[in-house]
C-alpha cells in the first residue's frame, strides 16, 4: 500500500493574492506584526500522547518539538496566535495561559488563539487525561510558562508589517473513513472518499521585504508516527517547517496550523519509519516554498475578531463501529469557535476535530477568497462529524461527544462570525 503513494503529485495552484486590505470600508491601517519560536521539547521522560497503546515515557528525542507566535496590533486592536507541535491543551490550561498572557501583554483574552498541531508524536499534555505522573504536570507547567514568554516576546518584536496569501495543494493526506469487507467503516484509505488538500500560506515581510514569518495550512492528522514509536518528533508539521526553513533561512518563523482534518490522515503511517515522516512533511514545505515565491505582499488594513461559545447536545460513546439506531444521551459539549480578520486573511478556530467536508463547506460559503480553518483551536472539543458520518459509522462517530445534527448549526454560525467581521 505505501509503495502504490510514492508518485503521488503536490502542486501549486495559482491562487496568489497580496495584502492590499481588501476591505469593504476602505480601510489601510498600518499593522504591526512580532514573530517568535520557541523549542518546547520536555527536558525530561514523560509519556506520549496519541495512543493509547503507549504506555511507558518516551526513549529518546529524535526530533526537537516546537511553538511559535504571530502577533499583530493596529490603534485598534491586538490579535495572537500561538501554535504548537503537541496533541492538544485542556480547557484549564487554554484559560490560564490566556489570562497570564493578557496580563502580561495587555491583550484581551478573547483575542489570543492557542492552538495545537494535534501532534501524536509529542508529550502528554493532560488534553484527555485526568490522573497524570508528576513529571506530566512539570513538563505542562513548564510548556505553559514558555508560551506566555514566547507571546511577550513576539509583541516585542512587533514592527511594521506587509502581508500576502496564496494556495497549493498536496496529495499525501487521505480520507481514512474506509468500508471493510465486515462492512463496516473503519481506519484505512478511501480514495473514493472526499479530502481536501489544499495548502493555504501566508507570508509576513517587513517594509524592506526581509521575510519575518509564514503561516502554512493543510487539512491532515499529524499521525506518520504511530504507537510503536516511543521517540519524540513534531511529525509531518515539523518536517515541513524544518524544509521551509532549510529553503528559506533560520530565521523564519514557520507556524504551521491543522486544517478540518478529523478523517484525514497521511498516506503514509502510522509507524515508526522517519523516511516516511520525512517524506510527508517534504512535500507539504514543498508546496508552501513555491506558492511563497509567487507571492507578492502588501500592507495590513484591519484588525478584527469574533468569538462565540456553542453548546451542542453530547452523547455517550457508542459501543462499535457500526451506526446505531439510538444514541445514549452525554453531557453537552461546548465549542469553542473564534474568528479573525487580518487584511483580507480570515482564520476561523474551532475548538474541535472537524470533518473535512465541514471545513470546505466554510471556506466555499465565505466571502473571503482567503479564509483559513484551524482546528484544535483554543480547547478539545472532540470530533465534530457530518450528519452523514452517522448513518455510515466509524471511528470517529463513536467517539464524538456530539450528537447527530451538530454540522449545520456549527457551519452556520462559523459563517455568521465570518460575515461579521
Given at each position: 500500500m505505501k509503495k502504490s503513494f510514492s508518485l503521488v503529485l503536490c502542486f501549486l495552484a495559482l491562487a496568489i493574492s497580496p495584502g492590499y486590505g481588501e476591505d469593504p470600508a476602505g480601510e489601510m491601517a498600518a499593522a504591526i506584526m512580532g514573530a517568535a519560536r520557541v523549542n518546547i521539547t520536555?527536558?525530561?521522560?514523560?509519556?506520549?500522547?496519541?495512543?493509547?497503546?503507549?504506555?511507558?515515557?518516551?526513549?529518546?528525542?529524535?526530533?526537537?518539538?516546537?511553538?511559535?507566535?504571530?502577533?499583530?496590533?493596529?490603534?485598534?486592536?491586538?490579535?495572537?496566535?500561538?501554535?504548537?507541535?503537541?496533541?492538544?491543551?485542556?480547557?484549564?490550561?487554554?484559560?490560564?495561559?490566556?489570562?497570564?498572557?493578557?496580563?502580561?501583554?495587555?491583550?484581551?483574552?478573547?483575542?489570543?488563539?492557542?492552538?495545537?498541531?494535534?501532534?501524536?508524536?509529542?508529550?502528554?499534555?493532560?488534553?484527555?487525561?485526568?490522573?497524570?505522573?508528576?513529571?506530566?504536570?512539570?513538563?505542562?507547567?513548564?510548556?505553559?510558562?514558555?508560551?506566555?514568554?514566547?507571546?511577550?516576546?513576539?509583541?516585542?518584536?512587533?514592527?511594521?508589517?506587509?502581508?500576502?496569501?496564496?494556495?497549493?495543494?498536496?496529495?499525501?493526506?487521505?480520507?481514512?473513513?474506509?468500508?471493510?469487507?465486515?462492512?463496516?467503516?473503519?481506519?484505512?484509505?478511501?480514495?473514493?472518499?472526499?479530502?481536501?488538500?489544499?495548502?493555504?500560506?501566508?507570508?509576513?515581510?517587513?517594509?524592506?521585504?526581509?521575510?519575518?514569518?509564514?503561516?502554512?495550512?493543510?487539512?491532515?492528522?499529524?499521525?506518520?508516527?504511530?504507537?510503536?514509536?516511543?521517540?519524540?518528533?513534531?511529525?509531518?508539521?515539523?518536517?515541513a517547517a524544518r524544509y521551509f526553513n532549510r529553503m528559506a533561512g533560520e530565521d523564519v518563523v514557520v507556524a504551521v496550523t491543522a486544517g478540518a482534518s478529523g478523517d484525514i490522515n497521511p498516506i503514509y503511517g502510522p509507524g515508526k519509519d522517519f523516511r516516511e515522516i520525512e517524506a510527508v512533511g517534504y512535500h507539504v514545505g514543498k508546496v508552501a516554498w513555491e506558492v511563497y515565491n509567487q507571492i507578492s505582499t502588501a500592507p495590513i488594513g484591519t484588525l478584527d475578531a469574533q468569538q462565540k461559545t456553542m453548546i451542542l447536545p453530547g452523547k455517550k460513546s457508542g459501543q462499535d463501529q457500526f451506526p446505531q439506531e439510538v444514541y445514549e444521551s452525554g453531557p453537552d459539549v461546548e465549542i469553542e469557535l473564534a474568528t479573525f480578520r487580518i487584511g483580507h486573511l480570515v482564520l476561523a478556530g474551532i475548538s474541535g476535530e472537524l470533518m473535512n467536508e465541514i471545513g470546505s463547506e466554510i471556506k466555499r460559503q465565505s466571502p473571503y477568497t482567503h479564509t483559513v480553518v484551524v482546528t484544535h483551536c483554543n480547547g478539545s472539543s472532540g470530533y465534530i462529524c457530518t450528519d452523514k458520518a452517522f448513518s455510515e459509522g466509524g471511528y470517529e462517530v463513536k467517539v464524538t461527544h456530539l450528537m447527530p445534527g451538530a454540522e449545520k448549526p456549527l457551519t452556520a454560525q462559523v459563517l455568521r462570525m465570518v460575515n461579521g467581521l
Open positions: 520536555p527536558g525530561i521522560p514523560v509519556p506520549m500522547s496519541g495512543y493509547d497503546a503507549r504506555k511507558t515515557p518516551f526513549t529518546g528525542v529524535h526530533d526537537s518539538l516546537f511553538a511559535t507566535a504571530l502577533y499583530f496590533r493596529n490603534d485598534e486592536k491586538a490579535l495572537l496566535l500561538i501554535t504548537a507541535d503537541v496533541i492538544g491543551y485542556s480547557r484549564q490550561f487554554i484559560t490560564d495561559t490566556r489570562d497570564k498572557i493578557s496580563s502580561r501583554i495587555g491583550i484581551d483574552p478573547e483575542n489570543i488563539l492557542l492552538t495545537a498541531v494535534h501532534n501524536h508524536g509529542g508529550p502528554v499534555t493532560k488534553t484527555y487525561e485526568k490522573n497524570v505522573p508528576a513529571p506530566v504536570e512539570q513538563y505542562v507547567d513548564e510548556l505553559q510558562g514558555k508560551l506566555v514568554d514566547l507571546a511577550v516576546r513576539a509583541s516585542d518584536q512587533a514592527v511594521p508589517v506587509l502581508m500576502g496569501t496564496g494556495k497549493g495543494s498536496c496529495e499525501l493526506n487521505i480520507n481514512r473513513r474506509a468500508e471493510f469487507a465486515d462492512g463496516g467503516i473503519w481506519l484505512g484509505r478511501a480514495s473514493d472518499k472526499p479530502c481536501d488538500h489544499e495548502v493555504q500560506m501566508v507570508r509576513f515581510d517587513d517594509l524592506n521585504h526581509r521575510t519575518l514569518a509564514v503561516l502554512i495550512n493543510w487539512p491532515c492528522h499529524a499521525t506518520t508516527s504511530g504507537q510503536d514509536n516511543y521517540e519524540i518528533t513534531g511529525d509531518w508539521p515539523g518536517a
